[in-house]
């Protein structure tokens, strides 16, 4: 018969015979890759904090559900549309999500241009979609300043990283908005901000100042290429 | 209620997975590659295998010990295993069956030490996981990536064939 203490007096020693098989820890180096390490600086910041990282999924699905249902609850109900008309502001981690919902029976469709376009930049893509119009213009450098503007009262949503970058309040033509300034400078800065008179949410985004976005932003206007 | 949270994980968790993989990762790669022979695979298993380390990290007490070292290679021994199995079903190269599980040189005198040494990879990891380092049916089935009724389905083949091996040697 063996015993449950036997086969753990016998594992003890087993196991040493497997480490003093084993080379010691010293002379095992390896180059991972860079694919492996990423993923494992991944893994020790969530084993550094498990219960902050378990909170933190079970939080996302609490809100994911509530903003599901709040969604619905916006599809059928003209009521609670009314309630809650204007923009939303949304943070979760790295991210800031904004939703805007307008009233369509007082919303006219008009399209925006930047009035004063920064030198040298000429547009190079246009995109009319059925939510938004994105248009990207470009310089002889390769640098990009990108506009876009919602289209539709229903549900319309943008979402801004702000990891590495510093999230300052603003007014751009008399509106509330949000001006993300990237603590690297080869990285976009970019404003967010929204007419609700107008029922429109604009961002641009370049590798241009604070000063610069919020004159670009001051320019924008209705109507009229310039 | 966030700073809450932070404040009650143990610092000390906080670290020992960190030093833990700094100290093994080399040893655990070796091991893999010595299954497994590719080093992308070896690679997958080292993280696989310390995925299942980060979600019993509290299990473990010391990350610089024996005991510690000893069960880092159970378990990469464990998930190269598993992916020399999943290599085998959707075959990409050639993998000889002698690589299965590391070799363990006994020459003690405990007789059932030397019979565990002569057990099935699987077996002994699962004799391993739960004698020595104290895993419940459950965990161990969580870190070997099976089911708690088939931990013990293993459980009781290992020690039946354990017991088979100790009377080969006279011990029964």
């Known amino acids: 018969m063996i015993t449950d203490e036997m086969i753990a007096e016998a594992a003890l020693e087993l196991n040493a015979a497997m480490l003093k098989n084993l080379p010691d820890t010293d002379c095992c180096s390896h180059a991972f890759s860079v694919g492996f390490e990423k993923k494992m600086n991944r893994l020790i910041r969530k084993a550094k904090h498990p219960r902050l990282y378990t909170f933190a999924q079970r939080a996302a699905c609490i809100l994911l559900v509530l903003i599901l249902g709040f969604m619905a609850l916006l599809a059928v109900s003209p009521t609670v549309r009314a309630g809650v008309l204007g923009w939303i502001k949304e943070q979760y981690e790295t991210v800031n999500s904004y939703f805007f919902v307008g009233d369509p029976s007082s919303y006219e469709p008009t399209a925006y241009y930047i009035g004063s376009m920064p030198e040298g930049y000429t547009e190079i893509i246009s995109n009319d979609g059925a939510a938004r119009v994105a248009r990207i213009y470009a310089n002889e450098d390769g640098n990009w300043l990108n506009f876009s503007y919602t289209t539709t009262t229903d549900r319309t949503m943008y979402s801004l990283e702000t990891d590495g970058y510093h999230v300052r309040e603003v007014f751009v033509q008399g509106n509330p908005g949000e001006l993300y300034l990237s603590e690297d400078p080869a990285k976009n800065n970019s404003l967010i901000w929204c007419d609700e008179e107008k029922q429109v949410v604009f961002c641009l985004s370049g590798l241009f100042s604070r000063e610069e976005l919020l004159q670009i932003g001051e320019s924008v206007t209705a109507g009229a290429k310039k | ?172």
Do not use: W
């Not at chain 2, 022979?37 to 295998?49: G, S, T």
């Not at chain 2, 990409?92 to 069956?97: A, D, H, I, K």
């Not at chain 2, 089911?147 to 091996?165: D, F, P």
């Open chain 2, 1 to 172: 209620m966030m700073i809450y949270l932070m404040m009650i994980d143990s610092p000390q968790d906080r670290s020992k997975f960190e030093k833990l993989y700094r100290e093994y990762r080399g040893l655990m790669y070796q091991v893999a590659y010595e299954i497994l022979h590719n080093e992308q695979d070896a690679e997958d298993a080292v993280h696989q295998a310390f995925v299942k380390i980060a979600e019993h990290i509290e299990k473990i007490e010391d990350a610089i010990c024996p005991k510690t070292k000893g069960y880092v290679v159970t378990v990469i021994e464990s998930k190269s295993i598993d992916l020399y199995r999943y290599k085998q079903r959707h075959p990409t190269e050639e993998l000889s069956e002698d690589a299965l599980g590391i070799t363990i040189d006994y020459d003690g005198p405990n007789i059932l030490a030397k019979c565990m040494a002569k057990l099935p990879a699987n077996q002994r990891t699962v004799l391993l996981l739960k004698h020595l380092h104290g895993f419940s049916n459950r965990e161990a089935g969580k870190i070997m990536g099976m089911t708690e009724a088939n931990v013990i389905k293993l459980h009781q083949r290992g020690k039946s064939r354990l017991c088979a091996l100790c009377k080969e040697e006279g011990l029964l």
